[in-house]
């Protein structure tokens, strides 16, 4: 089972394509008890990148969810249950290719080459209308959201943490997928054309979220530990201190819908860089 291409890109556990079928992966899932103290609002404060630019976020309350998949691969478990007590904002959708140019002033990595039809610029808004960003490491995401905390704002702007990110994704559910994968998710059955496609033009998840599923991987801010350290309860974990891999989480374009499960993970180098890996931000007050 595939996951990113690039050759500095590695593979935990190799999640088998029969862990589910295509027909229970567009089934909706039971929902959850809502996280204390409830549901996130819809919106919260866009960051102004430029005068055309804007980035979205959506607030997420704290609360309790399971973490992990009796039923994935080894690196899913053990399941357990995590508390995130402080709330924090996360970017609706993937950071596009307009975001980092306009916050790093150029687009370096991006392999726009390779798109049979010209990037429309006059179309960089969020959600929708543009691409994520790719060919990312996770150093270089440190660069960029260095380069945004520098505007001192109010705001520390981070990757997510990995129980961050799957408590987001769940948005509140539980089983594999937090809702009708072929409606809400970018992945290889239904990509169409081998590459990533705009953000937000999926269904969002019940939080709000778009493209949790699928699309490009995401870089979370975690050492990569190859098991969950417990199985008891644990509140705001961090995964390892230190590590030879960061986590990125949510499948891509690239993968079967298998690999889009609200617990499958990957992992890579943190300076290599991939057509299937981009990131989304999460923000705190400073």
Known sequence: MSVATGSTMTRAVAVACALVMLGSAGAAQKPAPAPT???????SPPLQLDAQTTMEFVPIAPGRFSMGSKGG?????????????RGFDM????????????VMGSNPWRYQSARAKPIDRTTFTS??????????????????????????????????TEAEWEYAAR???????AGN???????RENSGDG???????KRPNGWGLYDMHGNVWEWVSDWYAAVYPSSSAVTDPTGPSSGKYRVFRGGSWATTFGECRSASRSYGGPGGR???VGFRLARVRS
């Open 274 to 276: 991939d057509a299937a």
């Open 127 to 160: 959600p929708g209308g543009t691409h994520p960003e790719a060919q990312l490491s996770w150093e270089d995401v440190q660069r960029f959201t260095a380069t945004l905390n520098a505007r001192r704002d109010g705001y520390t702007y981070r990757l997510p």
């Open 181 to 187: 994968l072929w409606m809400m998710g970018r992945y």
């Open 171 to 177: 948005a509140g559910t539980t089983g594999d997928y």
């Open 195 to 201: 590459e990533d496609h705009a953000v937000g033009t």
């Open 73 to 85: 691969a080894a690196d899913e478990k053990p399941v357990h249950e995590v508390t995130i007590s």
């Open 91 to 102: 970017g609706r959708t993937e950071v596009t290719e307009a975001q980092w140019t306009a």
């Open 37 to 43: 103290p409830g549901q996130p609002p819809a919106a």
